[in-house]
Protein backbone atom coordinates (compact mmCIF):
# COMPACT_ATOMS: atom_id res chain seq x y z
CA UNK A 1 0.00 0.00 0.00
CA UNK A 2 1.26 3.60 -0.81
CA UNK A 3 2.11 5.27 2.27
CA UNK A 4 -0.22 8.46 2.63
CA UNK A 5 0.90 11.44 4.63
CA UNK A 6 -1.45 14.58 3.38
CA UNK A 7 0.61 17.51 2.65
CA UNK A 8 -2.06 19.58 4.87
CA UNK A 9 -0.39 23.19 4.31
CA UNK A 10 -1.08 22.81 0.34
CA UNK A 11 -4.56 21.78 0.87
CA UNK A 12 -7.25 24.17 -0.08
CA UNK A 13 -10.65 23.66 -0.74
CA UNK A 14 -13.01 24.66 -3.59
CA UNK A 15 -16.53 24.45 -4.59
CA UNK A 16 -17.70 22.13 -7.38
CA UNK A 17 -20.70 23.52 -9.61
CA UNK A 18 -23.76 21.99 -10.06
CA UNK A 19 -24.69 20.55 -13.58
CA UNK A 20 -28.05 21.56 -12.73
CA UNK A 21 -29.30 25.39 -12.51
CA UNK A 22 -32.74 24.04 -10.43
CA UNK A 23 -30.67 22.08 -7.83
CA UNK A 24 -27.88 24.96 -7.45
CA UNK A 25 -30.48 27.69 -7.14
CA UNK A 26 -32.33 25.10 -4.39
CA UNK A 27 -29.30 24.38 -2.30
CA UNK A 28 -28.33 28.14 -2.28
CA UNK A 29 -32.19 29.28 -1.74
CA UNK A 30 -33.21 30.21 2.44
CA UNK A 31 -36.28 28.33 1.96
CA UNK A 32 -38.71 27.29 5.19
CA UNK A 33 -37.12 24.94 7.60
CA UNK A 34 -39.18 22.28 6.57
CA UNK A 35 -38.33 22.38 3.24
CA UNK A 36 -34.85 22.08 4.20
CA UNK A 37 -35.29 18.52 6.00
CA UNK A 38 -38.04 17.58 2.78
CA UNK A 39 -36.03 17.70 0.13
CA UNK A 40 -34.29 14.57 -1.27
CA UNK A 41 -30.42 14.31 -0.68
CA UNK A 42 -28.91 16.63 -3.28
CA UNK A 43 -25.93 13.86 -3.15
CA UNK A 44 -26.82 10.22 -2.66
CA UNK A 45 -22.95 8.73 -3.49
CA UNK A 46 -19.83 9.29 -4.88
CA UNK A 47 -17.43 7.10 -6.41
CA UNK A 48 -14.09 6.73 -8.21
CA UNK A 49 -13.05 4.38 -10.59
CA UNK A 50 -9.76 2.04 -9.74
CA UNK A 51 -7.35 3.95 -12.02
CA UNK A 52 -8.70 7.60 -10.60
CA UNK A 53 -9.29 8.93 -13.98
CA UNK A 54 -13.08 9.10 -13.30
CA UNK A 55 -15.34 10.09 -10.68
CA UNK A 56 -19.32 9.08 -10.66
CA UNK A 57 -21.76 11.70 -8.68
CA UNK A 58 -25.21 10.73 -8.17
CA UNK A 59 -27.01 13.73 -7.85
CA UNK A 60 -30.63 15.14 -7.61
CA UNK A 61 -31.56 18.15 -9.86
CA UNK A 62 -35.17 19.24 -7.85
CA UNK A 63 -35.94 18.97 -4.26
CA UNK A 64 -37.80 15.72 -5.43
CA UNK A 65 -34.55 14.04 -6.27
CA UNK A 66 -35.24 13.00 -10.28
CA UNK A 67 -31.60 11.91 -10.33
CA UNK A 68 -28.68 11.78 -12.80
CA UNK A 69 -25.22 10.69 -12.53
CA UNK A 70 -22.35 12.34 -13.41
CA UNK A 71 -19.15 11.30 -14.57
CA UNK A 72 -16.70 13.75 -13.94
CA UNK A 73 -12.71 14.02 -14.02
CA UNK A 74 -11.66 14.16 -10.38
CA UNK A 75 -8.77 16.12 -11.35
CA UNK A 76 -11.06 19.00 -12.35
CA UNK A 77 -14.69 18.83 -11.39
CA UNK A 78 -15.28 21.89 -13.71
CA UNK A 79 -14.93 20.21 -16.82
CA UNK A 80 -18.27 19.51 -18.47
CA UNK A 81 -19.50 15.60 -17.14
CA UNK A 82 -20.92 13.04 -19.30
CA UNK A 83 -24.54 12.58 -17.90
CA UNK A 84 -26.45 9.27 -17.42
CA UNK A 85 -30.38 10.13 -16.95
CA UNK A 86 -32.00 7.49 -15.46
CA UNK A 87 -35.81 7.48 -15.92
CA UNK A 88 -38.96 5.63 -14.05
CA UNK A 89 -36.30 4.54 -11.57
CA UNK A 90 -35.14 6.09 -8.24
CA UNK A 91 -31.56 5.90 -8.14
CA UNK A 92 -30.19 5.00 -4.56
CA UNK A 93 -26.17 4.66 -5.08
CA UNK A 94 -23.98 4.09 -7.96
CA UNK A 95 -20.47 2.35 -7.53
CA UNK A 96 -17.34 1.56 -10.38
CA UNK A 97 -17.37 -2.14 -10.88
CA UNK A 98 -13.56 -1.54 -12.85
CA UNK A 99 -12.41 1.39 -14.80
CA UNK A 100 -15.28 1.33 -17.47
CA UNK A 101 -18.10 -0.17 -15.76
CA UNK A 102 -20.59 1.01 -13.16
CA UNK A 103 -23.05 -0.35 -11.14
CA UNK A 104 -26.67 1.39 -10.43
CA UNK A 105 -29.05 0.24 -7.37
CA UNK A 106 -32.35 1.48 -7.96
CA UNK A 107 -36.20 1.45 -6.24
CA UNK A 108 -38.66 1.05 -8.74
CA UNK A 109 -42.63 -0.04 -7.65
CA UNK A 110 -43.78 -2.98 -9.62
CA UNK A 111 -47.73 -3.21 -9.90
CA UNK A 112 -48.64 -6.57 -9.61
CA UNK A 113 -53.30 -6.47 -10.44
CA UNK A 114 -54.13 -4.63 -7.07
CA UNK A 115 -51.34 -4.73 -5.52
CA UNK A 116 -47.86 -2.48 -5.34
CA UNK A 117 -44.81 -3.30 -3.95
CA UNK A 118 -41.15 -1.51 -3.99
CA UNK A 119 -38.49 -3.85 -5.22
CA UNK A 120 -34.69 -3.08 -5.20
CA UNK A 121 -33.04 -3.59 -8.79
CA UNK A 122 -29.37 -3.59 -10.37
CA UNK A 123 -28.49 -2.33 -13.52
CA UNK A 124 -24.61 -2.81 -15.78
CA UNK A 125 -23.19 0.21 -17.58
CA UNK A 126 -20.56 1.78 -19.43
CA UNK A 127 -19.30 4.99 -17.44
CA UNK A 128 -18.89 6.88 -20.97
CA UNK A 129 -22.52 6.89 -21.38
CA UNK A 130 -22.50 4.88 -24.56
CA UNK A 131 -22.97 1.21 -23.55
CA UNK A 132 -26.79 -0.15 -22.78
CA UNK A 133 -28.16 -0.67 -19.48
CA UNK A 134 -27.57 -3.94 -18.49
CA UNK A 135 -30.06 -5.71 -15.55
CA UNK A 136 -28.82 -8.58 -14.97
CA UNK A 137 -31.76 -10.18 -13.27
CA UNK A 138 -34.04 -9.59 -16.64
CA UNK A 139 -31.67 -12.96 -17.66
CA UNK A 140 -34.23 -15.93 -17.57
CA UNK A 141 -31.14 -18.29 -16.42
CA UNK A 142 -30.60 -16.01 -12.95
CA UNK A 143 -32.81 -14.48 -10.47
CA UNK A 144 -31.84 -11.86 -8.07
CA UNK A 145 -28.59 -10.52 -8.23
CA UNK A 146 -26.37 -8.80 -5.93
CA UNK A 147 -22.61 -8.66 -6.57
CA UNK A 148 -20.64 -9.28 -3.56
CA UNK A 149 -16.88 -9.45 -4.35
CA UNK A 150 -15.30 -7.36 -7.12
CA UNK A 151 -12.63 -9.35 -7.48
CA UNK A 152 -9.74 -6.68 -7.66
CA UNK A 153 -7.35 -8.92 -8.92
CA UNK A 154 -9.93 -9.49 -12.13
CA UNK A 155 -10.28 -6.79 -14.42
CA UNK A 156 -14.19 -7.76 -15.77
CA UNK A 157 -15.67 -10.46 -13.53
CA UNK A 158 -17.35 -10.06 -10.50
CA UNK A 159 -18.48 -12.55 -7.70
CA UNK A 160 -22.48 -12.46 -7.57
CA UNK A 161 -25.57 -13.78 -5.44
CA UNK A 162 -28.30 -15.29 -7.45
CA UNK A 163 -30.66 -18.23 -7.86
CA UNK A 164 -29.64 -20.09 -10.96
CA UNK A 165 -32.12 -22.83 -10.63
CA UNK A 166 -34.82 -20.87 -8.98
CA UNK A 167 -35.31 -23.14 -6.25
CA UNK A 168 -35.38 -19.72 -3.43
CA UNK A 169 -31.60 -20.94 -2.55
CA UNK A 170 -28.96 -18.31 -3.21
CA UNK A 171 -25.70 -19.38 -5.45
CA UNK A 172 -22.58 -17.84 -6.40
CA UNK A 173 -21.84 -16.86 -9.79
CA UNK A 174 -18.81 -15.51 -11.97
CA UNK A 175 -20.11 -12.50 -13.73
CA UNK A 176 -18.32 -11.35 -16.57
CA UNK A 177 -19.31 -7.80 -16.70
CA UNK A 178 -18.58 -7.02 -20.68
CA UNK A 179 -20.80 -9.88 -22.38
CA UNK A 180 -23.18 -10.95 -19.14
CA UNK A 181 -22.69 -14.90 -19.64
CA UNK A 182 -21.59 -16.30 -16.17
CA UNK A 183 -20.51 -19.33 -14.55
CA UNK A 184 -21.94 -21.24 -11.44
CA UNK A 185 -18.96 -21.39 -8.32
CA UNK A 186 -21.15 -22.32 -5.53
CA UNK A 187 -24.56 -23.80 -6.04
CA UNK A 188 -26.57 -23.52 -2.74
CA UNK A 189 -28.65 -26.41 -1.35
CA UNK A 190 -30.59 -27.74 1.62
CA UNK A 191 -27.49 -28.11 3.84
CA UNK A 192 -25.82 -24.48 2.89
CA UNK A 193 -28.10 -21.21 2.13
CA UNK A 194 -26.19 -18.48 2.18
CA UNK A 195 -23.59 -16.05 4.05
CA UNK A 196 -20.71 -16.96 1.28
CA UNK A 197 -17.75 -15.51 2.11
CA UNK A 198 -14.71 -15.38 -0.25
CA UNK A 199 -11.13 -14.84 0.17
CA UNK A 200 -8.51 -12.76 -1.03
CA UNK A 201 -8.49 -14.90 -4.36
CA UNK A 202 -12.32 -15.12 -4.69
CA UNK A 203 -12.64 -18.71 -3.71
CA UNK A 204 -15.93 -19.24 -1.58
CA UNK A 205 -14.41 -20.48 1.81
CA UNK A 206 -17.22 -20.05 4.11
CA UNK A 207 -21.08 -20.00 4.04
CA UNK A 208 -23.99 -20.95 6.48
CA UNK A 209 -26.70 -23.64 6.74
CA UNK A 210 -30.15 -23.78 8.81
CA UNK A 211 -30.76 -26.96 10.87
CA UNK A 212 -34.37 -27.20 10.90
CA UNK A 213 -34.44 -30.36 13.08
CA UNK A 214 -32.68 -28.01 15.86
CA UNK A 215 -33.76 -24.87 14.41
CA UNK A 216 -29.74 -24.04 14.69
CA UNK A 217 -27.65 -21.98 12.50
CA UNK A 218 -24.59 -24.11 11.38
CA UNK A 219 -21.57 -22.61 10.08
CA UNK A 220 -19.09 -24.20 7.35
CA UNK A 221 -15.44 -23.55 6.20
CA UNK A 222 -13.09 -25.30 4.17
CA UNK A 223 -9.00 -24.69 4.09
CA UNK A 224 -7.74 -23.68 0.85
CA UNK A 225 -8.23 -25.48 -1.92
CA UNK A 226 -10.41 -28.42 -0.91
CA UNK A 227 -13.77 -28.94 -2.01
CA UNK A 228 -14.72 -30.85 1.36
CA UNK A 229 -16.66 -28.30 3.70
CA UNK A 230 -16.36 -28.45 7.69
CA UNK A 231 -18.71 -27.71 10.73
CA UNK A 232 -17.48 -25.29 12.39
CA UNK A 233 -19.97 -24.29 14.79
CA UNK A 234 -24.03 -24.88 15.61
CA UNK A 235 -25.70 -21.75 17.15
CA UNK A 236 -28.51 -22.70 19.10
CA UNK A 237 -31.42 -20.11 19.81
CA UNK A 238 -30.98 -21.23 23.17
CA UNK A 239 -27.79 -19.98 23.44
CA UNK A 240 -28.00 -16.38 21.62
CA UNK A 241 -24.14 -16.43 21.97
CA UNK A 242 -22.90 -14.32 18.79
CA UNK A 243 -20.08 -15.90 16.43
CA UNK A 244 -19.79 -14.73 12.72
CA UNK A 245 -17.43 -14.79 10.27
CA UNK A 246 -15.92 -11.92 9.13
CA UNK A 247 -13.43 -12.96 6.25
CA UNK A 248 -10.17 -14.50 5.83
CA UNK A 249 -6.42 -13.78 6.37
CA UNK A 250 -4.48 -13.03 3.67
CA UNK A 251 -1.37 -13.47 4.95
CA UNK A 252 -2.51 -17.18 6.18
CA UNK A 253 -4.95 -18.31 4.22
CA UNK A 254 -6.54 -21.34 6.35
CA UNK A 255 -7.16 -18.64 9.62
CA UNK A 256 -11.02 -16.95 9.61
CA UNK A 257 -11.15 -13.53 11.33
CA UNK A 258 -14.22 -14.09 13.61
CA UNK A 259 -16.31 -11.83 15.94
CA UNK A 260 -18.00 -14.20 18.87
CA UNK A 261 -18.16 -14.18 23.13
CA UNK A 262 -16.88 -17.18 23.98
CA UNK A 263 -17.88 -17.13 27.11
CA UNK A 264 -17.86 -13.11 27.62
CA UNK A 265 -20.79 -10.61 27.97
CA UNK A 266 -18.76 -8.76 25.12
CA UNK A 267 -17.98 -9.68 21.85
CA UNK A 268 -14.43 -9.50 20.55
CA UNK A 269 -12.40 -10.55 17.51
CA UNK A 270 -10.49 -13.69 16.99
CA UNK A 271 -8.78 -16.17 14.46
CA UNK A 272 -10.43 -19.52 13.84
CA UNK A 273 -7.85 -21.82 12.11
CA UNK A 274 -9.88 -24.40 9.85
CA UNK A 275 -7.17 -26.86 10.02
CA UNK A 276 -6.55 -27.74 13.66
CA UNK A 277 -9.64 -26.04 15.21
CA UNK A 278 -7.63 -23.47 17.37
CA UNK A 279 -9.20 -20.01 18.25
CA UNK A 280 -6.37 -17.26 18.69
CA UNK A 281 -6.36 -15.14 21.84
CA UNK A 282 -8.27 -12.55 21.74
CA UNK A 283 -7.14 -10.01 18.96
CA UNK A 284 -9.45 -6.83 19.53
CA UNK A 285 -12.07 -6.24 22.16
CA UNK A 286 -13.30 -3.54 24.48
CA UNK A 287 -15.15 -3.70 28.19
CA UNK A 288 -18.04 -1.00 27.39
CA UNK A 289 -19.27 -2.13 23.79
CA UNK A 290 -19.05 -5.00 21.61
CA UNK A 291 -16.56 -5.19 18.63
CA UNK A 292 -17.65 -4.46 15.48
CA UNK A 293 -15.51 -5.92 12.35
CA UNK A 294 -12.31 -6.13 10.51
CA UNK A 295 -10.75 -3.44 8.61
CA UNK A 296 -8.97 -4.99 5.23
CA UNK A 297 -8.24 -3.13 1.79
CA UNK A 298 -9.97 -4.26 -1.06
CA UNK A 299 -6.77 -6.63 -1.46
CA UNK A 300 -7.72 -8.30 1.62
CA UNK A 301 -4.98 -7.19 3.89
CA UNK A 302 -5.75 -6.03 7.69
CA UNK A 303 -5.87 -2.63 8.17
CA UNK A 304 -7.44 -3.04 11.76
CA UNK A 305 -10.82 -3.30 13.83
CA UNK A 306 -13.71 -0.95 14.23
CA UNK A 307 -16.21 -0.81 17.06
CA UNK A 308 -18.47 2.25 17.36
CA UNK A 309 -19.31 4.48 21.01
CA UNK A 310 -21.10 7.47 20.77
CA UNK A 311 -20.10 7.05 17.12
CA UNK A 312 -18.36 4.66 14.69
CA UNK A 313 -14.98 4.29 15.32
CA UNK A 314 -11.28 2.53 14.33
CA UNK A 315 -8.33 0.90 15.93
CA UNK A 316 -6.09 0.78 13.29
CA UNK A 317 -3.13 -2.13 13.26
CA UNK A 318 -1.87 -0.34 9.65
CA UNK A 319 0.59 2.55 10.24
CA UNK A 320 -0.10 4.19 7.02
CA UNK A 321 -4.26 4.03 7.75
CA UNK A 322 -3.39 5.21 10.90
CA UNK A 323 -2.00 8.40 9.14
CA UNK A 324 -3.97 8.79 6.75
CA UNK A 325 -7.17 9.29 8.91
CA UNK A 326 -5.49 11.40 11.66
CA UNK A 327 -4.55 13.62 8.66
CA UNK A 328 -8.37 14.05 7.26
CA UNK A 329 -9.52 14.19 10.99
CA UNK A 330 -6.49 17.13 11.40
CA UNK A 331 -8.91 18.65 8.75
CA UNK A 332 -12.04 17.84 9.75
CA UNK A 333 -12.04 18.42 13.69
CA UNK A 334 -15.11 16.83 15.63
CA UNK A 335 -16.46 15.40 12.47
CA UNK A 336 -17.34 11.52 11.77
CA UNK A 337 -14.83 11.50 8.74
CA UNK A 338 -14.86 8.37 6.25
CA UNK A 339 -13.17 7.37 3.00
CA UNK A 340 -16.24 6.22 0.53
CA UNK A 341 -14.07 5.27 -2.20
CA UNK A 342 -10.27 5.20 -3.42
CA UNK A 343 -8.40 4.72 -6.38
CA UNK A 344 -6.18 1.57 -6.22
CA UNK A 345 -2.86 4.13 -5.80
CA UNK A 346 -4.83 6.02 -3.56
CA UNK A 347 -4.51 9.55 -5.42
CA UNK A 348 -7.91 9.68 -5.24
CA UNK A 349 -9.62 9.93 -1.85
CA UNK A 350 -12.95 10.41 -1.58
CA UNK A 351 -14.36 11.62 1.61
CA UNK A 352 -17.42 11.99 3.19
CA UNK A 353 -17.93 13.98 6.62
CA UNK A 354 -20.57 14.13 9.19
CA UNK A 355 -21.56 14.88 12.22
CA UNK A 356 -25.05 16.18 14.53
CA UNK A 357 -24.63 19.42 12.76
CA UNK A 358 -22.82 18.00 9.43
CA UNK A 359 -26.08 15.74 7.31
CA UNK A 360 -23.26 14.77 5.27
CA UNK A 361 -20.81 16.52 2.37
CA UNK A 362 -18.52 15.05 0.18
CA UNK A 363 -14.73 15.94 -0.95
CA UNK A 364 -12.29 14.81 -2.53
CA UNK A 365 -8.83 14.43 -2.38
CA UNK A 366 -6.30 14.73 -5.60
CA UNK A 367 -2.60 13.67 -5.51
CA UNK A 368 -2.26 13.88 -1.64
CA UNK A 369 -2.82 17.61 -2.04
CA UNK A 370 -5.98 19.16 -3.88
CA UNK A 371 -9.31 18.94 -1.52
CA UNK A 372 -12.74 19.52 -3.69
CA UNK A 373 -15.93 20.15 -2.23
CA UNK A 374 -18.63 18.39 -4.26
CA UNK A 375 -21.79 19.07 -2.28
CA UNK A 376 -24.17 18.00 1.01
CA UNK A 377 -25.93 15.75 0.96
CA UNK A 378 -28.94 18.37 2.55
CA UNK A 379 -27.33 21.93 2.23
CA UNK A 380 -30.42 23.69 3.67
CA UNK A 381 -29.43 22.01 6.75
CA UNK A 382 -26.46 24.56 7.52
CA UNK A 383 -24.82 24.34 10.65
CA UNK A 384 -26.79 27.57 12.51
CA UNK A 385 -29.98 25.61 12.05
CA UNK A 386 -28.83 22.23 13.59
CA UNK A 387 -28.50 21.26 17.30
CA UNK A 388 -25.99 20.01 19.34
CA UNK A 389 -26.15 16.10 20.34
CA UNK A 390 -25.08 14.74 23.65
CA UNK A 391 -23.96 10.99 24.38
CA UNK A 392 -25.37 10.22 28.38
CA UNK A 393 -26.04 7.56 30.35
CA UNK A 394 -29.16 6.86 33.14
CA UNK A 395 -29.98 4.74 35.68
CA UNK A 396 -33.24 2.84 34.64
CA UNK A 397 -35.96 2.23 37.73
CA UNK A 398 -34.09 -1.02 38.45
CA UNK A 399 -30.47 -0.04 38.56
CA UNK A 400 -29.61 -1.11 34.47
CA UNK A 401 -27.47 1.57 32.80
CA UNK A 402 -28.60 2.88 29.73
CA UNK A 403 -26.75 4.71 26.67
CA UNK A 404 -28.82 7.18 25.20
CA UNK A 405 -28.30 10.75 23.20
CA UNK A 406 -29.72 13.62 24.16
CA UNK A 407 -30.53 16.28 21.15
CA UNK A 408 -31.44 20.03 22.39
CA UNK A 409 -32.87 23.09 20.26
CA UNK A 410 -30.33 26.26 20.22
CA UNK A 411 -32.94 28.16 22.38
CA UNK A 412 -33.10 28.25 25.78
CA UNK A 413 -35.27 25.97 27.99
CA UNK A 414 -36.56 24.04 29.21
CA UNK A 415 -38.44 22.61 26.26
CA UNK A 416 -41.20 19.94 25.32
CA UNK A 417 -39.75 16.77 25.02
CA UNK A 418 -39.70 14.06 22.64
CA UNK A 419 -38.54 10.34 23.45
CA UNK A 420 -37.83 8.87 20.12
CA UNK A 421 -37.25 4.82 20.44
CA UNK A 422 -35.18 3.21 17.74
CA UNK A 423 -36.74 0.74 15.67
CA UNK A 424 -35.55 -2.79 15.55
CA UNK A 425 -35.55 -3.80 18.34
CA UNK A 426 -32.23 -5.99 18.15
CA UNK A 427 -30.22 -2.78 16.64
CA UNK A 428 -28.58 0.38 18.21
CA UNK A 429 -29.18 3.67 17.66
CA UNK A 430 -25.57 5.07 16.65
CA UNK A 431 -26.12 9.02 16.07
CA UNK A 432 -24.16 11.15 13.63
CA UNK A 433 -26.92 13.10 12.01
CA UNK A 434 -30.30 12.20 13.13
CA UNK A 435 -32.85 13.65 10.38
CA UNK A 436 -35.69 13.27 12.99
CA UNK A 437 -34.14 14.11 16.10
CA UNK A 438 -32.92 17.41 14.36
CA UNK A 439 -35.97 18.53 12.67
CA UNK A 440 -37.74 18.25 16.30
CA UNK A 441 -34.94 20.25 17.79
CA UNK A 442 -35.40 22.93 15.10
CA UNK A 443 -38.73 22.77 16.25
CA UNK A 444 -38.43 23.06 19.59
CA UNK A 445 -38.15 19.98 21.29
CA UNK A 446 -35.34 17.97 22.81
CA UNK A 447 -35.43 14.82 22.05
CA UNK A 448 -33.95 11.54 23.69
CA UNK A 449 -32.92 8.14 21.86
CA UNK A 450 -31.98 5.56 24.57
CA UNK A 451 -30.09 2.09 23.86
CA UNK A 452 -32.87 0.12 25.91
CA UNK A 453 -32.76 -3.17 26.98
CA UNK A 454 -32.85 -5.22 24.13
CA UNK A 455 -30.57 -3.02 22.18
CA UNK A 456 -27.44 -4.77 20.81
CA UNK A 457 -24.09 -3.67 21.16
CA UNK A 458 -23.48 -3.43 24.69
CA UNK A 459 -22.94 -6.73 25.25
CA UNK A 460 -25.07 -10.39 25.34
CA UNK A 461 -26.46 -9.21 28.65
CA UNK A 462 -28.38 -6.20 27.74
CA UNK A 463 -29.37 -7.68 24.66
CA UNK A 464 -31.26 -10.53 26.37
CA UNK A 465 -32.91 -8.39 29.05
CA UNK A 466 -35.10 -7.30 26.35
CA UNK A 467 -36.77 -11.26 26.17
CA UNK A 468 -40.46 -11.43 27.17
CA UNK A 469 -40.51 -7.81 27.86
CA UNK A 470 -42.08 -6.10 25.31
CA UNK A 471 -44.04 -2.88 26.45
CA UNK A 472 -42.91 -4.17 30.07
CA UNK A 473 -39.45 -3.36 31.04
CA UNK A 474 -38.51 -2.09 27.98
CA UNK A 475 -41.07 0.28 28.02
CA UNK A 476 -40.17 1.27 31.67
CA UNK A 477 -36.88 2.40 30.13
CA UNK A 478 -38.19 4.46 27.75
CA UNK A 479 -40.32 5.90 30.49
CA UNK A 480 -36.91 6.55 32.53
CA UNK A 481 -35.71 8.23 30.01
CA UNK A 482 -38.29 10.85 29.84
CA UNK A 483 -37.87 11.00 33.45
CA UNK A 484 -34.38 12.09 33.13
CA UNK A 485 -34.65 14.77 31.06
CA UNK A 486 -37.20 16.23 33.25
CA UNK A 487 -34.47 15.41 36.60
CA UNK A 488 -32.05 17.32 34.59
CA UNK A 489 -34.22 20.50 34.05
CA UNK A 490 -34.86 19.31 29.72
CA UNK A 491 -38.16 19.62 29.91
CA UNK A 492 -41.24 19.56 32.66
CA UNK A 493 -43.27 16.75 33.22
CA UNK A 494 -46.36 18.20 31.42
CA UNK A 495 -44.40 18.41 27.94
CA UNK A 496 -43.80 14.88 27.66
CA UNK A 497 -44.44 12.74 24.31
CA UNK A 498 -43.11 9.71 22.20
CA UNK A 499 -42.79 9.48 18.47
CA UNK A 500 -41.11 6.22 16.84
CA UNK A 501 -41.02 4.65 13.58
CA UNK A 502 -41.07 -0.11 13.10
CA UNK A 503 -40.63 -1.35 16.77
CA UNK A 504 -40.39 2.65 17.78
CA UNK A 505 -44.26 2.52 16.57
CA UNK A 506 -44.76 -0.40 18.50
CA UNK A 507 -43.62 1.65 21.41
CA UNK A 508 -45.53 4.64 20.88
CA UNK A 509 -48.37 2.05 20.87
CA UNK A 510 -47.94 0.82 24.10
CA UNK A 511 -46.97 4.45 25.54
CA UNK A 512 -50.66 5.67 24.93
CA UNK A 513 -51.68 2.58 27.01
CA UNK A 514 -49.76 2.87 29.94
CA UNK A 515 -51.28 3.19 33.38
CA UNK A 516 -50.49 6.51 35.66
CA UNK A 517 -49.71 8.00 31.97
CA UNK A 518 -46.84 10.51 31.84
CA UNK A 519 -46.94 11.63 27.88
CA UNK A 520 -49.32 14.04 26.69
CA UNK A 521 -49.70 12.15 23.39
CA UNK A 522 -47.76 9.63 21.42
CA UNK A 523 -46.90 9.26 17.86
CA UNK A 524 -47.03 5.44 16.27
CA UNK A 525 -45.30 5.31 12.49
CA UNK A 526 -45.39 1.87 10.81
CA UNK A 527 -45.72 0.34 14.40
CA UNK A 528 -46.14 -3.26 15.31
CA UNK A 529 -49.63 -3.37 16.72
CA UNK A 530 -50.32 -7.38 16.76
CA UNK A 531 -48.20 -9.71 17.99
CA UNK A 532 -49.12 -12.61 16.38
CA UNK A 533 -48.65 -11.25 13.45
CA UNK A 534 -45.10 -9.94 14.64
CA UNK A 535 -43.23 -12.66 11.97
CA UNK A 536 -43.69 -10.25 9.10
CA UNK A 537 -41.52 -7.85 10.72
CA UNK A 538 -38.93 -10.79 10.37
CA UNK A 539 -38.38 -10.54 6.85
CA UNK A 540 -37.99 -13.87 6.52
CA UNK A 541 -34.80 -14.66 7.91
CA UNK A 542 -34.61 -18.05 9.45
CA UNK A 543 -32.19 -17.45 11.87
CA UNK A 544 -33.94 -14.09 13.12
CA UNK A 545 -37.04 -16.04 13.36
CA UNK A 546 -36.18 -18.80 15.59
CA UNK A 547 -33.91 -17.04 17.35
CA UNK A 548 -36.27 -13.82 18.68
CA UNK A 549 -39.54 -15.25 17.81
CA UNK A 550 -40.00 -17.01 21.33
CA UNK A 551 -38.43 -13.98 23.00
CA UNK A 552 -41.28 -11.46 21.71
CA UNK A 553 -43.80 -11.44 24.41
CA UNK A 554 -45.54 -9.03 26.64
CA UNK A 555 -48.14 -6.36 25.89
CA UNK A 556 -50.32 -6.46 22.15
CA UNK A 557 -51.28 -3.30 21.94
CA UNK A 558 -54.23 -4.41 19.83
CA UNK A 559 -55.71 -6.70 22.58
CA UNK A 560 -55.53 -4.05 24.57
CA UNK A 561 -57.07 -0.72 22.66
CA UNK A 562 -59.49 0.30 25.47
CA UNK A 563 -56.83 1.08 27.53
CA UNK A 564 -55.62 4.14 25.63
CA UNK A 565 -55.44 7.21 27.73
CA UNK A 566 -53.79 9.67 25.83
CA UNK A 567 -53.98 11.46 21.74
CA UNK A 568 -52.51 8.95 20.08
CA UNK A 569 -51.49 9.89 15.77
CA UNK A 570 -51.08 6.84 13.82
CA UNK A 571 -48.75 7.14 10.17
CA UNK A 572 -48.33 3.98 7.98
CA UNK A 573 -46.79 3.37 4.80
CA UNK A 574 -49.87 1.74 2.42
CA UNK A 575 -47.37 -0.29 0.96
CA UNK A 576 -45.03 -1.58 3.90
CA UNK A 577 -43.74 -4.97 3.77
CA UNK A 578 -41.96 -5.30 6.45
CA UNK A 579 -44.64 -4.18 9.03
CA UNK A 580 -47.61 -4.24 6.93
CA UNK A 581 -50.31 -1.64 7.06
CA UNK A 582 -52.48 -4.01 8.61
CA UNK A 583 -51.18 -3.19 12.15
CA UNK A 584 -52.16 0.38 11.84
CA UNK A 585 -55.75 0.12 10.08
CA UNK A 586 -56.71 -2.75 12.96
CA UNK A 587 -55.32 -0.34 15.89
CA UNK A 588 -57.32 3.15 14.23
CA UNK A 589 -60.30 0.73 13.32
CA UNK A 590 -60.65 0.04 17.18
CA UNK A 591 -59.75 3.74 18.09
CA UNK A 592 -62.58 4.63 15.83
CA UNK A 593 -64.98 2.38 17.72
CA UNK A 594 -64.47 3.35 21.56
CA UNK A 595 -64.00 7.23 20.16
CA UNK A 596 -60.85 7.63 21.34
CA UNK A 597 -58.39 10.76 20.51
CA UNK A 598 -56.60 10.36 17.31
CA UNK A 599 -55.57 11.27 13.89
CA UNK A 600 -54.56 8.52 11.19
CA UNK A 601 -52.51 9.74 8.16
CA UNK A 602 -51.63 6.60 5.27
CA UNK A 603 -48.56 7.49 3.40
CA UNK A 604 -49.45 6.45 -0.73
CA UNK A 605 -46.56 3.88 -2.07
CA UNK A 606 -44.55 4.13 0.92
CA UNK A 607 -42.90 1.07 2.21
CA UNK A 608 -41.38 0.45 5.29
CA UNK A 609 -37.73 2.67 5.06
CA UNK A 610 -36.81 5.84 4.66
CA UNK A 611 -35.76 5.07 0.83
CA UNK A 612 -38.96 5.17 0.00
CA UNK A 613 -40.09 8.15 1.78
CA UNK A 614 -40.08 10.92 -1.12
CA UNK A 615 -40.31 14.78 -0.87
CA UNK A 616 -44.16 14.56 -0.78
CA UNK A 617 -44.43 11.86 1.75
CA UNK A 618 -42.28 14.26 4.00
CA UNK A 619 -43.67 17.16 3.37
CA UNK A 620 -47.34 15.40 4.21
CA UNK A 621 -45.52 13.31 7.67
CA UNK A 622 -43.41 16.12 9.13
CA UNK A 623 -46.16 19.13 8.76
CA UNK A 624 -48.94 17.10 10.20
CA UNK A 625 -46.52 15.41 13.13
CA UNK A 626 -45.14 18.80 13.93
CA UNK A 627 -48.82 20.23 14.19
CA UNK A 628 -49.74 17.43 15.98
CA UNK A 629 -47.30 18.00 18.94
CA UNK A 630 -47.51 21.40 18.47
CA UNK A 631 -51.11 21.53 18.80
CA UNK A 632 -53.21 18.52 19.12
CA UNK A 633 -51.09 17.30 21.91
CA UNK A 634 -50.90 20.88 23.28
CA UNK A 635 -46.93 20.41 24.02
CA UNK A 636 -46.40 24.40 22.50
CA UNK A 637 -49.64 25.34 24.78
Request: neutral net charge; hydrophobic residues 35%.
Amino acid sequence: MTKIILALGVLAASLANPTNSSASELANSSNATLESFTMMPMIRSVSVSPDGKKVAILRATTKNGDYVIEIRNPFNLKKEPVVLGASKMMVSSVGFLNNEKIGVSFRQILEDGNSKRWVNEFAITDADGKGKWVIPSNNKRLGFFQIFDLLPKEDNTVLALTDVNDNRIPDVVRYNLDNGSFKTVMRGNTEITGGFVADADGDIRAARGFDRATNSIELFARRKGSANWKKIKTISPKSRESYDFLGFSKESPNDMYISANLGQDKTGIYTFNIETGEISERLFGLKSVDAGSIIQNKWGSLLGYSYTTNWPKRYFTDPNEDALYQSLEGLFPRKFVNITSRSDSDDVLVVQTSSNKDPGTFYIITNKQKLDKIGGRLPLLTEDKLADVKYISYSARDGRKIHAYVTTPNTKGPHPAIVLPHGGPWVRDTIIFDEWAQLLAANGYVVIQPNYRGSTGYGLEHWVAGDNNWGLKMQDDLDDAAMYLVGKGYTTIDKLAMFGWSYGGYAAFAASMREKNIYQCTVAGAGVSDLSRINATLNEDEFLSELQQPTITGISPIDKVEKVNIPIMVIHGDIDERVPVVHSRKFVTELEKLNKVHKYIELEDADHFYDTLFHDHKNEFYSNLINWLDNDCGLKN
